[in-house]
């Protein structure tokens, strides 16, 4: 098998062609997008922290200087909002919004959040297992991060239902080459995200309450473009990967069943066991970075103008990093995987996610004796962003 993304046995099993690009072509040229696929830990890690790359170039070059197309013009309403949010802007302008948004994110206000993030797993999952289990992903991988990220913006409940499908088909224009219907479905929710959010700040200027998006609304040196693609990204980043390392993570232990053992025995090993989870099989396989000037891996010369697709899924099972890669081990101490970036863009959600994920796991743990699978799952199709469908559980207490 090569390198194929689209095809749904690559996504299903990556790892194995991973490691003979990591061993053969650590640097490789795929025609199809017209990427450079970087697989090493070391080299992944590196240019995440290089400023000669950049999530956008729109800070040094127009699309016809950087010999680039336009997007598409019916895409203007998607990509008016995602390029005001933090993650796809550079220096200066993601410094200032990077500053504005943290305070929310320091380990110590994450921490605080601790209790409510334990209550609302608890009460999820108190209610899958009274009803024998289901889809762990419906019923407690995605309401988990959904309330807990639409709380802390102060989202109204009876509109919180709107979200999870607006993030998810927003998602799709993150796949490589996307299809022109998922295109279209992205600008729609983009749009319909932003009318709404743009209301919601209006309300809460006028209105304050204790709350993100009443602070963010009070921030004169935010634009209202700035303060809707904040919180667009921070509703769609604060969710979507953390459902998909829940899913992700309970197949990986039920396919590693004296891994499941050790971590029931010992609730100590939660917070390595979710770092490892994070790692062995990676949420978001893939970033992007565009080359703001000539650079040279590995010899080979890899110039402006072009793309490089990181291979997270790869680094961190680069077997110069982590001992014996393939192997999962709850108890993995020296584990620097890549699963929340490096770099300027490192996640700012890291500490929330690793309490999510701590909470839910330990509440599922905590509460039902006995987990079992009912049918084997099946992969999502999309390759970057990389979940279950659903994942069928028995659970008795
Ligand atoms: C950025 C992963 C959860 C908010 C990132 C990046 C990664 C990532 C890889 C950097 C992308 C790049 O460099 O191109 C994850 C994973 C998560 C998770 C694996 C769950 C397990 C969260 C949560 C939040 C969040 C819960 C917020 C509530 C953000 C934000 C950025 C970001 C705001 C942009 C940071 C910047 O551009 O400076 N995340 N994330 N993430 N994440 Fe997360």
Redesign the pocket.
Known sequence: MRFDPWNPDFVAHPYRVYEELRRDAPVSYFEPTGQWLISRHADVNAL?RDRRLG?SYLHVATDEEFGREPEPEFQEPFWRVIRA?????EPPV?TR??RL?SRA?TPRMVESLRPRVRAIAGGLVDAYVERGGGDLIADVAEPL?VT??AE?LGIPEPDRPLLRPWSADICGMYELNPAPEAQHTAVRAASEFAGYLKSLARDRRANPGDDLVSALAQIDELTEDELVG?CV??LN??????V??TGNGWWSLFRNPAELARLREDRSLLPTAVEEL?RWD???QM???WVLEDIEVHGVRIPRGTEVALL?GSANRDETVFDDPDRLDVGRADNPH?????????????P???I??IESFGALLDRAAKLELRREPEWKPGYVIRGLHSLELNATG
Do not use: K, Q, W, Y
């Not at 980043?237 to 953390?242: Q, R, V």
């Open positions: 995440l999530r949010g933090m993650l796809d802007v993601h919004l990077r948004v994110f991060p807990v990220i802390m904040t990204l921070l980043a604060g969710h979507e990967a953390t998909n390392v994070m990676t949420p978001l970033f992007e970075r997270f890549i699963s929340f970036g490096a770099g300027i863009h490192f996640c700012l959600g890291a929330l996610a690793r999510e994920l």
